[in-house]
């Protein structure tokens, strides 16, 4: 019977063969350290990506919270988190809109939009450290084939039978 078995599994155990570059890994791992080192520089100025992305957004045009969590791309509970943090460290608070009495914004307070052009510069400061490791040829062509796959082919999800797990992270 152990020989038996060790002739299937000696069988079976051979991998597929690759016909071309592994697309998902590469997207991830860079998207995974890219996050991680914008983590880090911002920590250093007590925020989130997520709290960046409220302040930059909130500054650009009156958006209530729930605009601005789909800009985000983030949850109601991620997003009520995460302005409830803005407001504790006095960086933006909710008002009621001045075109739907019913809506309420997320305003940023001077300090806020100080703090976000700080976070801002960070940000600038990491996605070029990322992009000057490539030649400056190589980073126009990667810039722009990447905007192709995000415009086009990958601009959307497709439904899947099940959960997928999602990094979340995209700034806009």
């Not at 007590?46 to 409220?54: A, P």
């Not at 809506?103 to 990322?130: F, L, M, N, P």
């Amino acid at each position: 019977m152990t020989d038996r078995i060790a002739k299937l599994v000696g069988m079976t155990a051979m991998a597929p063969s690759r016909t071309s570059p592994d697309l998902s890994y590469l997207l991830d791992h860079a998207s995974h350290v890219l996050r991680t080192r914008m983590a880090a520089a911002l920590a250093e100025i007590g925020l989130t990506s997520r709290m960046h992305c409220v302040l930059v957004h909130a500054l650009e045009a009156e958006r209530t919270q729930i605009q601005l969590a789909e800009i985000g791309d983030m949850d109601k509970t991620t997003m009520v988190v995460t302005v409830d943090a803005l407001e504790k460290a006095g960086l933006a608070e909710r008002r009621p809109s001045s075109t739907d009495r019913r809506a309420r914004i997320i305003a940023v307070t001077e300090e806020g939009a100080r703090v976000a052009r700080q976070s801002q510069e960070i940000v600038d400061r990491v996605h070029e450290e990322a992009l000057g490791t490539l030649a400056t040829s190589n980073r126009e062509v990667f810039l722009r084939v990447m905007n192709q796959l995000v415009t086009g082919h990958l601009a959307k999800p497709v439904e899947a039978p099940g959960p997928v797990r999602r990094a979340r992270q995209h700034e806009r």
